[in-house]
């Protein structure tokens, strides 16, 4: 360790301009926020897969795909949404297919790390009283080592890809795919399901399993578990047998998120029990099964055995609102959140029941929270709102379609009513847009709602308008 003078002295003495651009530099680096990490990595993720898979040898052809197929690709699969505009199974090399598993994998952990970052960022930000509070509550000071969020976020995702790989592949080498073939396709659904990315490498798609329990219960159990949040797995697994001592973050998740299954689960029954072009030909046991697969796919899935043109208008609306609302907070699901959601209707709840405070599980939100959800809601909307309106004057499409399009894509599902290969050059870029904002947007607009607190030395003095 250095003394006083010595520090002193090195303070005063001369620096290089080469030592001073590192050292700029440094202090640069040392700036640059979470979220605007996150976009960098991003964007430079986009566009080294953007151009693996224009490579002649990314195509099943040899043919080179267009700037404007392959960057909707790398998108869809780094933003983890499972749209494309190409067949997936068909006009992808094992190459190209290979790469879009490694870019679904790098979307799907830094989606989770960049989660946890701005989490640890709020954190950081909070006064002394409020940080003592939430780490009691969070048990956040166990993951103040960024290193230790990453390797548990590694491990974490990489046991839950494990198992559904040796759940899925075994199920395949009987299905007559070939030890190879089965064990790349075990690896690829795995990868994808676990990452909520949704997307196919088989050109029959999943329609052909249909009522199967063991293609569909592994996957459908990898989307949940992938759904639910890195916070929410770790207090799982650590305090799975003491409810009592989840925090309440995990407890707000897991009880809006069995909701949401429930009324997810029995409406697409209810919707679809006599539609013969869904379920109205099968027996009951399959209608049970490929409801409740259904019923998970929008908080993020985009696995599809059901052909989502032929859902019933009533149906397609359930998941218009499933996608916009998405899945747990810190996971790889899109869509506003199950905690925004949740809080928006404890908030209503609160109002039409007269309480000052939002109340839940023995605790008090704090009214910014509810500021910071109702934030992400509006800036939410008004995307949506934008990319359907330039959707319609571009393409020729419906509003329903092109609202079911958008959502998909904002919400990072992957499902579709079949539009997607069909919409011209600049629709497609829309849609990219969408799933970028989408993906990134909530998640870095609520934490930089959250870090922006400023105090005021004076107030204005308070007046109320008419509501209603």
Avoid at 70 to 89: P, Q
Avoid at 444 to 468: E, F, K, N
């Amino acid at each position: 360790m250095m003394d006083r003078e010595s520090r002193a002295a090195l303070r005063r003495a001369p620096v290089r301009p080469t030592t001073y651009r590192l050292r700029s530099i440094a202090v640069s680096l040392l700036k640059v926020t979470p979220a605007r990490l996150a976009l960098a990595g991003f964007t430079l993720m986009i566009v080294l897969f953007t151009m693996l898979l224009m490579l002649p040898s990314a195509t099943a052809s040899g043919e080179r795909t267009s700037l404007v197929d392959a960057a909707f690709t790398a998108v869809s699969a780094i933003c983890v949404t499972g749209l494309s505009t190409v067949d997936t199974g068909i006009h992808w090399s094992t190459f190209g297919l290979t790469a879009i598993m490694i870019a679904m994998k790098l979307g799907g952990l830094g989606l989770m790390t960049l989660a946890s970052l701005l989490s640890l960022s709020v954190m950081h930000r909070l006064g002394l009283a409020q940080r003592v509070l939430t780490a009691t509550e969070t048990r956040a000071e166990r993951l103040a080592e960024v290193g230790g969020v990453l390797r548990i976020i590694l491990i974490t995702s990489t046991a839950f890809e494990a198992v559904t790989f040796v759940a899925l592949t075994p199920y395949m080498i009987i299905t007559e795919h070939g030890v190879g073939r089965s064990m790349f396709l075990g690896l690829f659904y795995a990868i994808s399901a676990f990452n909520n990315a949704g997307f196919v490498p088989e050109a029959q798609g999943v329609a052909q399993y249909l009522g199967d329990p063991f293609f569909s219960i592994p996957i459908a159990l990898a989307v949940f578990a992938g759904s639910l949040g890195f916070p929410v797995v770790l207090v799982l697994v650590k305090k799975l047998r003491t409810p009592r001592r989840w925090s309440l973050h995990a407890k707000l998740t897991l009880t809006t998120t069995a909701l949401l299954l429930a009324l997810a689960w029995l409406g697409y029954l209810l919707l679809e029990w006599a539609n013969p072009a869904t379920l109205g030909e099968q027996p009951w046991h399959t209608k049970l099964l490929a409801s409740g697969f259904a019923a998970v796919m929008p908080r993020s899935g985009g696995f599809a055995t059901l052909d989502v043109n032929a859902l019933t208008p009533e149906s397609r609306l359930l998941t218009d609102l499933l996608m916009f609302i998405g899945g747990g907070s810190g996971s790889t699901s899109g869509g506003i959140k199950v905690t925004t959601f949740a809080l928006l209707m404890l908030s209503i709840w609160a109002e039409i029941r007269g309480n000052p405070d939002v109340e839940v599980f023995g605790r008090r939100i704090p009214h910014e929270t509810i500021r910071q959800a109702i934030g992400v809601l509006v800036m939410s909307a008004t995307v949506v709102f934008l990319a359907v309106f330039l959707l319609l004057r571009m393409t020729s499409f419906s509003l329903d379609q092109s609202l079911f399009e958008v959502l998909s894509a904002f919400g990072t599902v992957g499902l579709s009513t079949g539009i997607t290969p069909h919409l011209p050059a600049d629709a497609k870029w829309v849609v990219i847009a969408s799933m970028y904002v989408g993906r990134l947007g909530p998640m870095t607009l609520g934490a930089a709602l959250a870090l922006r607190r400023r105090s005021r030395m004076v107030q204005l003095p308070m007046d109320r308008p008419i509501v209603g």
